[in-house]
């Protein structure tokens, strides 16, 4: 097994958050490189260009929740989006995500718990790559939900294991029937191309 691919099997099995965020700090600095050059990551450029093609107004305040070194931001930015925050668990994450000059703020915050953010503050949310087995679970939907503006947009990936053992069709479709969001975009894709991982690739938008 390669280094970049034990990395990764270490990411996806760790135990707990420290694990998972001392992992991720080994990795910060070639993450890019070995995710996309290499093994051939392509979620958060299609969940990018899904979120561009359904917002409309380049000066949205963008959430990028989950946001690793700012490969999202990027794609975003490359599409003349500018207003874009990003946080995640990360600190080390956080500095490369900074090298990339594409967010106007970045915080550390846990997907998993309540955010330090009021509601109704973002006019889009896309979180990539981060809702998978020992990251971070459906839950984090609502609240990123709570923190979007009515009618405001949320597109995220899932990444096929978690999909079906988290069961996160129960979870979204009970958001549906309670009035939270409509489904806008479903659809399976790619998520790694040389691991042949799968994903779902979602779009959903905040009711009034």
């Known amino acids: 097994m390669t280094e970049r691919r034990e ?8 135990k707990n958050s420290k694990e998972l965020s001392d992992v991720y700090g080994e990795w910060a600095e070639s993450y890019d490189s070995d995710l996309v050059t290499e093994m051939g990551y392509v ?38 989006f500018q207003a874009i925050d990003g ?11 900074a090298k990339k000059n594409v967010y106007q703020s970045l915080n550390q915050g846990d997907l998993n718990g309540k955010l330090d953010i009021p509601d109704n503050t ?8 981060t809702l998978t087995l020992g990251h ?5 939907l609502k609240e990123l939900a709570r923190i ?30 309670s009035g939270m969001w409509q489904c806008k975009k479903q659809f399976e894709s790619d998520y790694i191309q040389q691991e042949g991982s799968k994903c779902m690739i979602c779009l959903y938008q905040v009711s009034n």
């Open 7 to 14: 990395i990764h099997e270490r990411v996806l099995n760790a």
């Open 43 to 80: 979620a958060h450029s299609l969940c990018a260009d899904l979120l561009s093609k359904n917002v409309n107004a380049k000066d949205s305040l963008i959430l990028d929740a989950g946001c690793g070194t700012g490969l999202v931001g990027q794609e975003l930015s490359q599409k003349g």
């Open 87 to 97: 946080l995640d668990y990360s600190e080390d994450m956080l500095q490369q995500a």
């Open 122 to 129: 973002y006019q889009a949310v896309i979180c990539v790559g």
């Open 136 to 140: 971070v679970g459906p839950n984090a």
């Open 148 to 177: 979007t503006k009515p009618e405001g947009i949320i597109c995220f990936s899932v990444r096929e294991q978690a999909w079906d053992q988290d069961d996160y069709e129960s979870d979204l479709g009970a958001m549906v029937n």
